[in-house]
Every structure is written in structure tokens, then in C-alpha cells.
């Protein structure tokens, strides 16, 4: 657990090193396309004004030229780093997610404030809740999880497609389709909190899993009801290590 944080920590610190090196490599490409820009305006004008030009006006011409090679070279191995950079800032984007991974599996049976949560799963309480209101005694529970099944189905249907597209501000947002026939029927029939269950899943595969629609594990702060930063993942390993480091001494 020791080592996955530290791993955390130094994979970070690569990446935010990464990114001020591609930001200041960014700022002076551009400070070199404006200035070979420059010298080739320069260069220009004297060509036109000297055409029969003297030869002082020459030289001065020839040496126009020789900065404006010497900064397409110099932009040249700048644009060969920064290729070099995005390069290693990929690796250190996998060690990323390599180490949210390890944290996961790691976190998978926590009862904790920070644990794992499979995103897209459907909540089956509001299904058994009810089918108890709906069903006798006898056929409640394998009607619940048998209606439960049905949906899990419907969400894994890559054909469903019950989302809407609005405009907000200047950003497109897609949210679900409330006039969809099959949740329209799903509430009429079952209810609110059955309908909030399947709305709730439907929401989490378009944000963790759009392209695959099955549920995903992934950090999960249960106080806050949200995704867990990996920070935060790290920070409750080390405090739980802490805490056993402690009890064995």
C-alpha cells in the first residue's frame, strides 16, 4: 500500500513536470513562428527596395536569411521535444490510470467512506420495495429480481438510446429523455424510486461507459455521494496503513 502512494506521488510529479515543460515549449514555438514570420517580412522589403541594391544592402540580406534558417532549425528540434514530451506524457497518463486501477482492486470489499462503486449497476431495493407493493408475499422477491434482470438487459441494449441532446449556453449537454416510451412505462408501472434506479444507472454509463454500457468499477466517496479523486484513494490507504502500522507496534 506504502509503495502505491509513493508510486502516486512520483508518477503526479512526472506528469505536472510534463505538462510545464510542454507549456513553456508551446510558448516559445509560437515566440519563433512570429519571429521567422518577422524576418521573412523583413527580408521581403529589402528584396523589393533593393532589388539593384548596393553591397551593404546584400549582406544585410544574406544575413536575414541565415537568422531565418538558424530559428527554423532551432523550431525544428523544438518541435522533435515537444513530440518527445507528448510521448512520455502518454506513459505517465497510463502509470495513472495503472495506479487508479491497482487502488481499486485494492479498495474492492472497503465498507469505508472511500470505496468502489460500480458505475451503471442498477439499485435493486427500489425493485424488491416495489414489487412487495405490487406482487403477493409468495412472488415478490423472484419478481423483483426478475424485473431487475429485464432492465440490467435494457441497459446493456446498445439500440436504447434514451438520452436527449439540449444546448447550455455554448456546450451541447446530453441528458436523459424523459418522453422515452420504455421509462415512461417503467414509472407509470413501478414507481419513482424504480424509475430514479434505472435514470441513475443510465447516467453513470454515459459518463464512465458509453461506448461499452456495462457497469464499471471506480472510486467512490460515499459520504459525498461522488467519484473519489485518486488523492483521495491514496490519502485513505495511507491512513488506514497508518492505523495498522499502529496496532502492531
Not at 72 to 90: A, G
Not at 181 to 208: F, I, P, R
Amino acid at each position: 500500500m506504502l509503495q502505491l502512494a509513493e508510486d502516486h506521488k512520483r508518477v503526479k510529479e512526472q506528469l505536472h513536470k510534463r505538462i510545464i515543460e510542454l507549456e513553456a515549449n508551446l510558448d516559445q514555438k509560437q515566440a519563433l513562428q512570429l519571429q521567422i514570420e518577422r524576418l521573412r517580412g523583413s527580408m521581403e522589403v529589402m528584396r523589393l527596395m533593393n532589388e539593384e541594391g548596393d553591397l551593404e544592402s546584400k549582406k544585410k540580406l544574406q544575413t536575414i536569411q541565415e537568422e531565418i534558417k538558424e530559428s527554423e532549425e532551432e523550431l525544428d528540434s523544438l518541435e522533435t521535444l515537444n513530440q518527445t514530451l507528448i510521448i512520455k506524457e502518454r506513459l505517465t497518463n497510463d502509470e495513472v490510470q495503472e495506479a487508479r486501477k491497482e487502488l481499486i482492486n485494492g479498495l474492492r470489499e472497503s465498507r469505508a467512506f472511500i470505496c468502489v462503486k460500480r458505475m451503471g449497476e442498477l439499485d435493486e431495493k427500489p425493485f424488491h420495495a416495489a414489487a412487495k407493493n405490487k406482487f403477493n408475499p409468495g412472488e415478490a422477491a423472484e419478481k423483483a429480481v426478475e424485473i431487475c434482470s429485464l432492465w440490467e438487459d435494457y441497459l446493456r441494449d446498445p439500440n436504447w438510446h434514451p438520452y436527449k441532446v439540449i444546448q447550455k449556453g455554448h456546450t451541447a449537454e446530453e441528458i436523459i429523455d424523459e418522453d422515452d416510451e420504455k421509462l415512461k412505462e417503467l414509472k407509470a408501472e413501478y414507481g419513482d424510486q424504480v424509475y430514479q434506479s434505472v435514470v441513475t444507472a443510465l447516467n453513470e454509463l454515459n459518463e464512465h461507459n458509453p461506448s461499452g454500457r456495462y457497469p464499471v468499477p471506480q472510486l467512490w466517496n460515499n459520504k459525498e455521494k461522488r467519484t473519489a479523486s485518486l488523492n483521495e484513494g491514496v490519502a485513505h490507504i495511507m491512513k488506514q496503513w497508518k492505523a495498522h502500522k499502529k496496532k502492531l507496534r
